[in-house]
């Protein structure tokens, strides 16, 4: 449906937040809270090219803690997993940093902590518009229907590419369709453009034309990623798994940076796509080397919080701008929401 711009989306959010206590994790893979004996990990996953496809295909977290259940649930957006969250049914998960600067803000408040960074968003999302659709730039966009996932880091970049270039967020038929329905309602020719992320992004590309990238958008000044979160109540009770979860991350980063080929094989049997398009999809975003995790410009460590909480603040202060959060926390609370203990060491060769 469309979506809901202007001073009525704050009290939309609040509505949402009474709705969200009482539902349990929604999306491919659903799953109930089942916190049981703290033996089992739930973990949020999304269908996109990164190192946490290959900690999964190849059980890596299986094989560092033997004595735990794994439970992998898929999600279509960070939206469903910010739902997740404040329903108590995933441990950690993988999500971007907008949704996560969302979940961080009113109304939602979510008790969650920054872990990690899977990767920086570059050709990997991007804005595309539909073969004889007419449009040619973003400035045509206006009165134009435009699907993208709400709460994602498509969507902040959607919104980002209109301000940009002039165009009122408000004059666009802004539609939140999850991957799979933008994919459907495209064919259909229901709608005009859509910034969403791979595999997806390819499907679109068959038969549209990329009119703005997220690699753009960084290069001035609306940088997204990808990132890993925990809960803090399962960081405080279990900070082992964190770490021995940050070394099987490490071995995929190392993977896609030493190995691509192998990389690509694991990422493409996620996917469901063959080596060769995984590694296409793969060569699209940017991957940190796992030392960099600890790096000032990203995590940081102990004592000194690094620049990602100056990226969330900075995603916070947008989303409050275009009315999508009442305000942005501010830069201590951020910098309280990443989560640096440890990281130096899980990062070590």
Known sequence: MPGTRGPHRTSMLVAALGALVVVTACGTGGGGDDRGDGRTIRIGYQAFPSGDLIVKEKGLLEKALP????????FDSGATINTAFVAGSVDLAAIGSSPVARGLSEPLNIPYQVTWVLDVAGDNEALVARDGSGIKGVKDLAGRKVATPFSSTSHYSLLAALDKSGVDASKVDLLDLEPQDIVAAWSRGDIDAAYVWLPTLDELGKTGKTLVSSRELAAAGKPTLDLGVASTAFIK?????????????????????????????????????????????????????????ADDKWLGRPGQVGGLAENLRSAAEFLAGQKQIPAAPELSELEKAVYVEGLSDAVSR
């Not at 004595?67 to 898929?74: F, S």
């Not at 900070?239 to 490490?250: F, G, L, S």
């Open 67 to 74: 004595d735990h259940t794994i439970k992998w649930i898929k």
């Open 237 to 293: 009770k279990q900070p082992e798994v964190i770490t021995a979860w940050r070394k099987a991350q490490a071995q995929a980063l190392d993977l896609i940076h030493d190995d691509p080929s192998a990389a690509a094989e694991a990422v493409g049997k996620q996917l469901g796509v063959s080596p060769q398009d995984a590694a296409a999809q793969l060569k699209q975003g940017i991957f940190l080397k796992p030392a960099d995790q």
